[in-house]
């Protein structure tokens, strides 16, 4: 019999990027010596141009994961997530893919306007159009119809401060007019990179500064309910540029703990101020003007603490129902929601090593699909795709729908970049002889761009997959070293999830086409010699 929901509640309640590398090395030699005296830390910065290639540690599979097959024991199979990370059983009913960037919209603005407790929005940036204009409306009308009925509502925006800064009219100008008028129940935290900071700071353009690192989380919560996706609070992002989201609705505990994420992250950001101006709350340090090992470590305690106090609590409670449960009923709580937080510049690197071990362990019949914007994996990431096990099916964008395709100026060549960088990784395929386990497709769509990341699971003789990763990390380089992220592992044996999953899959691969020699003797896949001398450098800030 499955522990009653009071039970429950009960436990659960107790620039260019040569330029920067340049600045950074004369920087960190210049203000060493003040480190020493206990002054502001400069330009700390983990390497700019080499990746740390560290051999993924080797971790034995869970007894009883070695070849399951079908739905049977799923959350035996991937249970060792629940040794890093929270582990939160939810109802496979509750979740729900959406497909189409105006879907996201509208299911937006829609929660925006019938919350009664809070909104919590954290993004790269706010847009400036009449899109994101609509949007910001919403959260107007959801303000005033609170302190005209029921003044509980808390309104909460974090967004990184370099992008959300950019030009005149920006994030913050969208935001300064909500902020003014409802100053009790708005709050606007904008994230800055301790990474930048000092010589860097002052002299990298503002186009490229948020090359050095930034705030990259997705989450998008309303009361109980949370959307995760990859997508940004952008016109694009909801006409024309696809992504993956997915709906979490009536999942306190999941909303909770981001909830709680965001407000940990936001603790440690500079706040908003009515006059557009930026101050630190008390007690903080400040990401770029305070010692950045002294905010590094108070970021990181104070985030990991939310995590910590998750995992302990979930721990507790999933113990308490195993022992009254022996298994789950047919359509309640079928599925488990891990979440998975990377913020490398703060000392934290769980998504790393669930990813890693993730692709460590999947099974040499089993079948992965990956799929992200920007092909730019990791070194570690590369070596287990290429090394052995599942076949992997993945999928980037074709030159034609990446976001920076006719970009002015440096970014302009970022398209062509991951054409080598593609191809690269598809000579190596070749090299080794793994055409058969190891496929590559580009994504295509007239008028669009392309930024959907993540991946899908397939155990051995399934037609649906039993396992998603959605949420903001690229499985690159600067995913991994350099900005904050957030996703969600999403394991479930509910069969309308499955399909849901597989149905979001098929979707996006079905407008792609596969990769082969041919592809790259095209006339417009020709990349010029000096794009290729400048890849390395793209591949770790873009």
Partial sequence: MA?????????????????????????????????????????????????????????????????????DGLCTHFRWMAEHVPAFRVPGTHIHILTSPDQFYQTMKARIKTAKRRVVLASLYLGTGQLE?????????????????????????????????????????????????????????LYHTPDLRGLLRLLVPQRFNETIGVQHIKVYLFDDSIIISGANLSDSYFTNRQDRYVLLENCREVAD?????????????????????????????????GN??????????????????????????????????????????????????QMKPLGIQVDEQVTQRLLTDAEPDSTVFLTSGYFNLTRAYMRLVLGAGPSYRILTASPEVNG???????????????????????????????????????????????????LWYYLQGQDRPCLTLIGSPNFGYRSVHRDLEAQIAIVTENEELQSQLQEEQEMLYQRSTEVSSSTFEQPDRHVKLWVKLVTPLIKNFF
């Avoid at 509980?152 to 913050?172: A, F, H, M, P």
């Fill in 3 to 71: 522990a009653p929901v009071s039970w429950r509640r009960l436990v659960y309640s107790v620039y260019t990027p040569a330029v920067a590398g340049v600045f950074t090395r004369i920087s960190d030699r210049l203000f060493r010596a003040r480190d020493r005296r206990g002054g502001s830390s400069m330009l700390l910065l983990a390497p700019l141009l080499a990746e740390a290639d560290p051999a993924p540690r080797h971790v034995s599979r869970p007894t009883g994961s070695a070849g399951a097959q079908g739905t």
């Fill in 133 to 189: 204009q609509d949007l910001v409306d919403c959260m107007e009308e959801a303000l005033q119809h609170s302190q005209e009925n029921n003044p509980d509502l808390k309104v909460s925006v974090l967004l990184d401060y370099t992008r959300g800064s950019r030009g005149q009219v920006n994030s913050r100008t969208m935001l300064l007019p909500l902020l003014q008028r409802f100053s009790s129940q708005m709050r606007v935290s």
């Fill in 257 to 289: 703990f981001f909830s709680d994420l965001v407000e940990a992250v936001g603790d440690v950001s500079l706040q908003l101020q009515p006059d557009n101006s930026v101050s630190m709350l008390d007690g903080m340090v400040h990401p770029y003007k």
């Fill in 292 to 341: 950045r090992q002294d905010f590094s470590a108070v970021a990181r305690k104070r985030i990991m603490e939310v995590v910590n106090t998750a995992h302990v609590r979930q721990q507790l409670l999933n113990r308490s129902e195993d022992s009254e449960d022996e298994g789950m009923s047919e359509g309640e709580e079928d599925t488990w929601v891990f979440p998975l937080v």
């Fill in 404 to 454: 920076f395709f006719g970009a002015k100026g440096v970014a302009g060549a970022i398209p062509a970049a991951y054409i080598h960088i593609a191809r690269q990784f598809y000579n190596q395929v070749c090299r080794l002889d793994q055409q058969e386990r190891v496929h590559l497709h580009e994504y295509h769509r007239q008028q669009w761009t392309f930024h959907a990341k993540g």
